[in-house]
Every structure is written in C-alpha cells, then in structure tokens.
C-alpha cells in the first residue's frame, strides 16, 4: 500500500502533517477521516451527503477549491496533498467555515 503525506492548514498559525496509507480511488474527505481516526481525534471538519449534493465538505484541496468527498486524494505538485479551509469567511475551528 502507498503512502500519502497531507498537509492541514488549520489556521494562520497551525500547519499539520499526517502520513496515510492510500488506497485505489481514496477521496480526500476518505483521506480525512483516516487522519481523524487515526491520527487526531481533535480535527474538526463537515461532510453530510458524501455524495457531491450539499458542498458541506468544500474546502481547498492543493489549493483549489474542491468537494472532499468527491476528489481522488492526490498528492500535489510537491508530492504532499494539501489541505485547506476555504479563504472566505471567518474560520471556525481547522477545516470548518463559518458561512
């Protein structure tokens, strides 16, 4: 199984770096849950339909924005997936905005 190595600004003050097995077709909100499980309990983040219907999960996936359920994980340019809450709006805790 490959590794994958994701990067989460969680705010202008914290950057985090987690390694994760990569599964076939893993998605990024996949990616995320397996840090959360895994790795920090404390991660905070939204997702409800897993299914692309109610963008809950749209955040900045190597920096553009993107559904997390949606998106294959997939390292950037650096070779590191990186993570983003969106830049509008006032952040709330990690991944999650206030809208």
């Known amino acids: ?9 969680r705010s202008e003050m ?5 390694e994760i097995d990569l599964r076939s077709g893993m998605t990024v909100l996949e990616a995320v849950d397996a840090i959360y499980f895994y790795h920090d309990p404390s991660l905070a ?4 339909c897993r299914t692309g219907l109610c ?3 749209m955040m900045l ?3 553009k924005p993107g559904l997390s359920c949606m998106t294959i994980a997939e390292p950037g340019e650096d070779g590191i997936l ?7 709006g ?3 805790k990690d991944l999650i905005q206030e809208v």
């Open 1 to 9: 199984m490959n590794q994958l190595v994701v990067k989460i600004d």
């Open 14 to 18: 914290r950057t985090d770096q987690f």
């Open 45 to 48: 983040y939204r997702y409800s």
């Open 55 to 57: 963008t809950t999960c």
């Open 61 to 63: 996936i190597n920096g």
């Open 82 to 88: 990186h993570l983003a809450p969106l830049p509008r």
């Open 90 to 92: 006032k952040n709330i």
